[in-house]
Each structure stands twice: as structure tokens, then as C-alpha cells.
């Protein structure tokens, strides 16, 4: 009998783009990348972050490279993608949140959210494709999206409108990139810990109704999304695409 092979998760010969990269979940899914064997330019504003983690990465015997930059500067993405080498998978995990009443959420605060959220990853994933395009080359595109593109939830109108929004771009993509061989999916975590989440969960109300949600009973971490990313990237996931990977640890599913 000939058993099938399982297909290989390394990404060795690959170059992946991360965004947010300096620390949280764009560093863990830059390092699991590398772990399995892409070239990983990771990309922040801060460049000392970026430059630090690209360092620890090689110093494990890896491939990565630090970018300074802000994805919010179209001009400034544009002249990047245009003067790098093309990337075969690309992370769009910069974001932010602003959370508070709809009734008080000012104008600014919407501009922000959906300026990082969304534009940006619109107009970047959009450099990305042409690139591939033009060398009529497959890839990958993994956005971070969140549990809160799937549901709602009070005080986080346009964090969830943003979410939901990342949400349908990744579906509609992936309908229209798919001739092309261009896988697009998404991830959608919990409440993951990181620097940006930490400062919630030091209010004990807010710590315990999000644990009463999350049926597994934890706090997700980072470790939890490396996996995912890891394989949405891999010639694994060769069919998948236009799919949300959920890692809420059940929050969604009732």
C-alpha cells in the first residue's frame, strides 16, 4: 500500500514580510517563520525594535532583516516594495485599537484605527500582489484579523468594524487572487497577551469577564497563533484559502 506524504510545513527558499514586528504577535509569527526556514524581513516604525529582534533571530542561525517603517505612508510603502526583493508571504499584523462608548468615539480615533487596521493593510497587501503578479508567482497573504471581526462586542465598535472589514477584504481577495495561484486567509485570535493588551488585564473586572468568554479558561498567548501562521504560509495549506483561522480557545462558538 502507498500511504500518502504529508505535505512539508517548511518555507525554506521563501521570503516573508511581517508588519508590527518589533514585539507581540508580529515578533512571535516573524520568529516562527524564520524557525521554519523563510527569510523574514520584519517591519515596524520603531526601527531599534525591529533591528533587536531581526538580530536574535540570526543570532539562532536564521534569515532576517529589520525594516524601518510606517505602513500608514503609502508613498513610503510603495518605494519600499518597489526597491526589495518580492516576498512570497506576506503577514499584514500591524494594528491598533481604540476602545471606548460609541457615543464618544471621536473622529480621530476612527481615522487611526482604520487608517492601520485597514488602509494599510489594503494598500500594502496591494504592492504585495502586484509583485507576484508580474512574476506570475503563487504566494501567500496572512491577515491578523481577530475574534472581533467575527462578533461583536461592547466598547470596541471600531476595533470590530475594522476586524470585520479585514474579514471580508481577506474573502474577496482570495476569490479574485486565486487564478493567480495567491492564497489570501486570515487569523483571528482572542485576547492574546502582548505589550498592547497587557494594560487591560491589570483591571481584575475586565481580566475575569474576558476569561468567563474564552472556554478553554486562559488568556491566549503568542505561542498559540505560531502554528497557525506557520501553516497558512506552507505548502500545507495549499488549498485553503479565503478561511479564518479561528484561536479564540471557544469564544466564538456559541
Known amino acids: 500500500m502507498e500511504l500518502p506524504t504529508m ?5 525554506d527558499g521563501r521570503r516573508a514580510l511581517v508588519t508590527g514586528a518589533g514585539r507581540g504577535l508580529g515578533l512571535a509569527c516573524a520568529s516562527a517563520l524564520a524557525e521554519a526556514g523563510a527569510h523574514v524581513t520584519l517591519v515596524a516604525r520603531t ?9 536574535a533571530i540570526r543570532a539562532r542561525g536564521e534569515q532576517a532583516t529589520a525594516v524601518a517603517l510606517d505602513v500608514t505612508d503609502l508613498d513610503a510603502v510603495a518605494a519600499f516594495m518597489e526597491a ?3 516576498h512570497d508571504i506576506l503577514v499584514n499584523n500591524a494594528g491598533t485599537n481604540k476602545p471606548g462608548p460609541m457615543a464618544e468615539a471621536k473622529v480621530a480615533d476612527f481615522d487611526l484605527v482604520m487608517g492601520l487596521n485597514l488602509r494599510a493593510a489594503y494598500f ?11 512574476g506570475k508567482r503563487p504566494g501567500s497573504v496572512i491577515n491578523m484579523s481577530s475574534q472581533m471581526g467575527l462578533v461583536g462586542a461592547a466598547n470596541r465598535t471600531i ?15 482570495a476569490v479574485e487572487l486565486a487564478p493567480a495561484g495567491i492564497r489570501v486567509n486570515s487569523i483571528c485570535p482572542t485576547f492574546i497577551e502582548t505589550p498592547m493588551t497587557r494594560p487591560f488585564f491589570e483591571n481584575a473586572a475586565f481580566r475575569e469577564a474576558t476569561l468567563s468568554k474564552i472556554k478553554l479558561g486562559r488568556i491566549g498567548s503568542v505561542e498559540d497563533v505560531m502554528g497557525a501562521v506557520v501553516y497558512l504560509a506552507s505548502d500545507a495549506a495549499s488549498l485553503v484559502t479565503g478561511s479564518a483561522i479561528v484561536v479564540d480557545g471557544g469564544w466564538t462558538a456559541d
Open 124 to 134: 500594502l497587501s496591494q504592492a504585495f500582489v502586484k509583485r507576484l503578479l508580474a
Open 47 to 55: 526601527g531599534a525594535e525591529v533591528e533587536e529582534a531581526a538580530a
Open 159 to 173: 476595533y470590530c468594524a475594522s476586524k470585520h472589514a479585514i474579514e471580508g477584504l481577506t474573502k474577496a481577495m
Open 7 to 11: 505535505p512539508s510545513m517548511r518555507l
Open 84 to 86: 526589495s526583493k518580492a
